[in-house]
């Protein structure tokens, strides 16, 4: 019985960390069904190997021993998720330490030691451990459910190493509270200021870590809505100029006719000719509008156009939107405005490095249209590879925790029409591929 408890502490110990770096310390680990077995595996061999070690602390080193070969195995950053493993055990520590002195010295009764041979007060014992499992399985649901990915600062660690001593800290008081000779009113405001302190600065933490990203999510969410709300007063104040440009050229046209009347009696047609060209230049007024065969998409990408134009980008068109109608106009603009935006800000990037013999920055658009599909393809230059895992590209901005967003809600977007966003980079040409269910 001892043997085989030690095996399962050791293979919930073991999940659990590789859990917290990946899904807590945004690890990028693939832990399919196959890996899964196979850390599994793992734990075991290296728990059984761990019996026959002469050191003391022999399973804290087959454990440590153990994720570091799993993260060899599974990951293709090996060295930034080895250095992941130290945030997920401070986690880990502050998270369970006090659980388990309240386990160990407040749920079972006096006088039952809490060992491998204690039978089922053994298996009580790994309660906080099987519980924290859980969680992290329902926060990996989420984050694979919301396509959520979770960036740890410097500062973040260094609150887990805070909240790691203060655990420490707060356990010690339980443990000497449970031995101290104290009166019941006593025992149970120690009690109560021990454990709900403990119980706040992890919920104060965990807010921590959850406010700034959600704040950034929704701002980014909403910029999809403003986003729509500026290209329609861009458009209104289009139309605008278009009609006072109307009014102007009726203002004229009895002195444009009274022209043209003279030139013909005077029998100057080539003069007539160039000045019927003329009007018409100035009547069709040269806008940026590309014809895609969605409104809102027409102004979306006569938006996103003009500022290629202004940054020195070409910029090229080609296929037609008709089929978008069934998307509402804030995600057509979700959809379009963030992937332009990318570009663009990849162009600016591209042009800031270029050297000479190397093509000018450029955005290509094609789409191309099925019975079923909507396929749009937006290709921009970049100077170097960009990573690319489980179909999320690596930011190379510093603060990483406040990009990446505009993607996966990109991904939702696309999700909600039975479609799918894609990236992919060969190294010379970054794409976005969006098809849509239409």
């Known amino acids: 019985m001892t043997y085989f408890l030690k095996i399962v502490y050791n293979l919930l110990d073991y999940w659990i960390l590789i859990l917290m770096m990946q899904y807590v310390c945004a690890g990028r680990m693939k832990l399919g069904r196959r890996n899964v077995w196979i850390g599994s595996c793992l734990s075991v061999l290296g728990t059984v190997a761990a019996f026959f070690l002469p050191f003391h602390f022999e399973f804290v080193v087959s454990l440590a021993a153990t994720v570091a070969l799993s993260v060899c195995l599974f990951s293709q950053s090996r060295l930034l998720d080895l250095l992941r493993f130290f945030p997920a055990l401070f986690i880990y520590y502050f998270l369970i330490i006090v659980p388990t002195a309240l386990v160990q010295e407040v749920v079972v009764p006096n006088g039952i030691q809490l060992t491998s041979k204690g039978g089922f007060w053994g298996l009580v014992s790994y309660g906080p451990d099987a519980t924290l499992l859980v969680l992290l399985l329902i926060l990996r649901h989420v984050q694979v459910k919301y396509r959520i990915r979770v960036h740890f600062s410097v500062g973040e660690i260094l609150g887990s190493i805070a909240m790691l001593f203060f655990s420490i800290i707060d356990g010690a008081f339980i443990f000497m509270l449970d031995r101290g000779q104290y009166e019941p009113v006593w025992y149970g405001i120690y009690m109560f200021i021990f454990v709900g302190g403990y119980c706040a600065g992890v919920g104060y933490y965990v807010y921590w870590l959850t406010a700034s990203r959600v704040r950034i999510y929704r701002q980014t969410y909403a910029s999809c809505e403003t986003e729509y709300l500026r290209v329609q007063m861009d458009s209104l104040k289009e139309a605008k100029e278009n009609e006072a440009e109307v009014r102007k050229l009726r203002h004229d046209l009895k002195n444009?006719?009274?022209?043209?009347?003279?030139?013909?009696?005077?029998?100057?047609?080539?003069?007539?000719?160039?000045?019927?060209?003329?009007?018409?230049?100035?009547?069709?007024?040269s806008d940026l509008k590309i014809p895609t065969g969605n409104q809102v998409a027409d102004q979306v990408v006569a938006s996103k156009r003009r500022v290629c134009e202004e940054a020195g980008i070409a910029f090229t068109f080609a296929g037609t939107m008709k089929n978008l109608d069934a998307l509402t106009a804030p995600d057509i603009c979700g959809l379009l405005a963030n992937a332009y935006d990318n570009a663009i800000e990849a162009c600016r990037e591209y042009q800031a490095g270029l050297q000479s013999g190397q093509p000018e920055a450029y955005i290509r658009t094609q789409v191309s249209t099925t019975r079923n599909y909507t396929v749009i393809e937006i290709v921009n230059p970049v100077l170097k590879a960009v990573p690319i895992r489980g179909n999320r590209a690596a930011t190379t901005k510093k603060d990483k925790k406040a990009h990446g967003y505009g993607i996966e809600i990109m991904k939702q977007i696309a999700e909600r029409y039975n479609g799918s966003c894609t990236v992919r980079c060969d190294g010379k040409e970054f794409q976005t591929k969006i098809v849509l269910l239409t």
């Open 256 to 285: 444009h006719l009274a022209v043209l009347s003279s030139l013909c009696e005077e029998g100057e047609y080539e003069e007539v000719k160039k000045y019927t060209e003329q009007l018409g230049r100035e009547a069709l007024h």
